[in-house]
């Protein structure tokens, strides 16, 4: 078997049980993200298709750039679209990311699509970008492929918390990611992200990852390094830390009011 050259870091790195932090991507449309990324430290870096209007081709673009630095992209796909998730795939995303899902059935349909035979039905594309383009044999790029990938599930709702369980039983899923503020504004409680429902839903949910042999992600909550202390030790291994969005204005925010102080008397 090839030496594999083009392994997912950050897959490798939730596999050793050590945290993975993850950047959102709304906004960047350049593929010097990824380096810039990594050099800040992060692990993985994620385009946001879901909340964005950026394009395949594009994402595509950013994910290629990434894997030659050492930083492994993941994509969040708008929807359940099976050809969305396979588009992305092709182009280079070494894992995958998709919202809003409640049920076990969702999950099995979204392994079909996500994953080759014999564990979904992927369709086959050859050499891939998140291989390096090498020249292998196909079943050992189809085994790859599937080992590699990580598929990561989204729960955003009271029902997708209900049926954590039943999710994390899915084979092929890698991944349960609480999307904590669209959670939060589903149960009727926005911005409160400290509540007991959603220390319950965490609880919940990680619960069914340790049953299960998957591993726990949590999202928005960025900057409460108390919750994301208190989530780690739940179980979480991966962390959207930010997005570019919020860091950019952050940063020129404070620049802002800096250069306001110190020259205007």
Known sequence: MTTPTYQNKAK?????????????L??????DIGPMAASCGFDAIYVDMEHSAISHDTTSAICVAAIGHGITPFVRVPGHLASDMSRVLDGGAQGIIIPHVNTAEQAQAIIAACKFPPIGHRSVMGANP????QAIPLAENNSRL???TVVIVMLETPKGIENAEAIAAVEGVDMLLIGSNDLCTEMGIPGQLKHPKIKEAYETTAAACRKHG?????????GDLELQSQLTALGARFIIAGNDVAYLMSAARQDVQALRKACVK
């Open 26 to 31: 709304r906004q960047a449309r350049t593929a």
């Open 146 to 148: 599937n080992h590699d």
């Open 214 to 222: 998957k591993f726990l992600g949590v999202g928005g909550i960025r």
């Open 130 to 133: 998140a291989l390096g383009y």
């Open 12 to 24: 490798q790195a939730l596999l050793a049980d050590q945290l993975v932090l993850c950047m959102g």
